[in-house]
């Protein structure tokens, strides 16, 4: 109890600083698979961990204390985790409900929006031209449409015209927007791993790019129509243009570009192993302090008096 | 399964090209010019079909010119395009769900982006447009 249960914020932290980095050296797919997976592992240790450490301070309260029938004056004395940090977590766990709650509710509605918006469409075949200008967008409705627009297509060669829908296509057959649900949410309950956000939404990109490259033959051609596309859009008259990125948490154009002029991305077992030895150091703490934390609430319970004394833990017996 | 799923996604693609190289154009092409629009190695047949199930799909309407069809995109979703455009304007959480092609670029980024496209294509520097 002593440090384990603090080890699952210090995976969120390393997690989201190692994130961007992960990101951008190991093939896209397998950095889109692991950080998701790690993000929300930590993200649940991190939830636990709050737990145990609120559990401390809430325990202490008469009516939980009756109810366990463990004595609270034994709990505060018996508790290795200081009262403040104790009210702490507890205000970091009614925080992290909201927020998760709220960004749930949030994702929840936009995947409804989408749905409708996706039966409005018409036809039946995946793409839809429109005529207003936005740029390609692939929506994860059904079966999953794709919508761009006609002007930008017409800009484009045929064989860029061809990644461009395949970058698309492979966000909704590899469901994409999942992933980034995943750690949007994991990263709303568990602030402290906010970057694996933004490092899984540019994994998620880059996947795409490569498949689309892939697919076509020549990296050098998305390459190509992501710069070409990118150009364009910035001449675009449009002065609304950049509301309508994804903002801070967006990925930028430049290095996507970059990476697909370099050489193709090579699998590193080295990265992925650290990764995974830090979600399994977040889980294995969370067992060990979930122990600790049984163990303090039996030494409560264990009380011969009710009468309190100050002083380290001991065992019992 | 998987193997049936890559050929559905794959048939999938090759209607989303054929579709995007009809809009590109922007007058009815028969098969032929279809083919000579998408600009690879692709068999008359393979377009041929395409362009009926996109038919099939209501994606695209046809006409006679001569002995073949000339197809054209089906009236774009210009209500739709207003919807879509509504839910991105409307706030980042659409974001999250929606994948778009681009999501950020800053004003800095125009001259490096010109250098690479001149890097990525030798051929043509200068645009091809």
Redesign the interface.
Known sequence: MHLAVYCPFLVSLLLGAAAPGLARRLPPATAARLLTACSVVAAAASCAALGFLASTVLGQLPALAAAGHWSAGRLAAASPVPRVVGLAALGAVAVGAVNGLWVLGARCRAVLALRALGRSLPGSGQLVVVDDDIEAVAVPAGRGRILASRAHLADLPADERRALLLHESAHLAHRHHLYRLAVDLAGAVDPLQRAVRSAVVYATERWADEEAAGAVGDRAVVARVLARSGLRAAGAPRAAWASLAMGRSGSPLVPRVRALLGPAPRQRPELLVAAVALALLAVGSVVHAQEDTETVFEHAVAAPHPHVTAGPVRHTG | MAGVRGQR?ER??L???V???L????RPLTPGEVLE????ALAYTTVMTTLSR?HA???VTRQRAGRAYAYA?????????????R???G?????????????????G??P???K??A???PGAAG???
Do not use: C, S, W
Request: glycine fraction near 4%.
């Open positions: 996604r999938g693609d209607e989303n090209e579709l995007a190289a809009a590109a154009a922007g629009q998408l600009d690879r996109l799909k209501d994606a995109p089906a009236d774009t979703a210009t209500a739709a395009a207003r919807r879509m455009r839910l991105l304007d706030d980042a959480d659409r974001a999250v769900v929606l994948a778009r092609f681009l999501d950020e670029l800053d004003p980024d125009v490096v982006l010109q690479l496209l890097e990525a294509d645009g091809r447009d």
